[in-house]
């Protein structure tokens, strides 16, 4: 009769507690994240920036580095977040396991769980970059990182992934045409998709509509690129018609992993955005077209559909950035990103509130509230389930 009983305990509390201590967390969950770039010396602290994030309902969030300052002040938001290698650190890591072991440790494992890291993107737009090194030491770097994750048994935890510029492919219209540059596509991009594809990572696109349209304003619609009304393309290849460029960036990505055999690849974008404000050259960057294409671009990722050629892949998307980046080189578009000011106020008005200096520090401590409340509300679930089952086994 015991062993009846504790068979019945064992079966109790594998139903109720297996799916607590077992949860397989995604990299992205939903459609929307940001990028939080921070090339600047008047944006608000981390904890602030957690605070908006929270207000704005933002759940995914990628930097491009691991700084502790803000990876401390993600703890306990429910945030999830992407860390950056930067680029500067691929030919050691390729070089060196061991580094790599501690860099994941010092940097990713030392703060979980509190802080959501998801995911771990090694370098940013290496392949078809001007140092050829780098190319080389890319494939390494991702594999010994990827290697420490598994050691450290975080690898289903923690995503690695590689984001890439359109600089990797020839062609990209229309759509169906595109592949990967010959110069990228054997030596260094397919030997890092098979990689990718064996350890379930998607395909990381930086894609700017933005850009695009800057390179060829006579042959490109304005409002194509803006999710606005307009003819569109049409793809003769596949019988596919395009409304907005985003959609048809992202199918000529698709495309080019079709053709080196990675067909059921997912593609998500790791950045996108439009500039509100240029040089006089940068005629279409003014906040206007920004908060069209933002706009836009949030309620294209709300309805959770896929593209023309993969329809049953949600479109995910990074927007790029939080902030005015201040200090970052190069044309006046480059430092009028961000959706909100450095006072934490909003640039334009896309349905997001910004931060509010009164009621900000309150707005911070009921994040840690929730995360009291929330756990005292699994106590109170949990108690009844541990008493039964005691009762069970005792019987």
Known sequence: MRMKSFCVFVQVFLVFFSPIVSVTVQAFTGAYGINYGRIADNIPSPEKVATLLRAAKIK???????????????????LDLVVGLPNGYLKDMSANQDHAMDWVKENVQAFLPDTHIRGIAVGNEVLGGGDLELWAALLGAVKNIYNATKTLKLDDVVQITTAHSQAVFSNSYPPSSCIFRDNVKQQYMKPLLEFFSEIGSPFCLNAYPFLAYMSDPENIDINYA??????GIYDPKTDLHYDN??????????????DAGLKKMEVIITETGW????????AAATTENARTYNYNLRKRLAKKKGTP???HFVVKAYVFAIFNENLKPGPTSERNFGLFKPDGTISYDIGFHGLVSSSSDSLLSSVKDRRVQSWSRSQYFLLPISALALLLFLR
């Open 60 to 78: 995914n969030v990628r930097i491009y580095d691991a700084d502790h300052s803000v990876l401390k002040a993600f703890s306990g938001t429910g």
């Open 226 to 231: 803006l999710f606005q009304k307009t003819q």
């Open 309 to 311: 050629l993969r329809p």
């Open 275 to 282: 500039a509100s404000r240029g040089d006089n050259s940068e």
């Open 245 to 258: 460029m985003l959609d048809a960036q992202i199918d000529a990505a698709y495309s080019a992993l079709e």
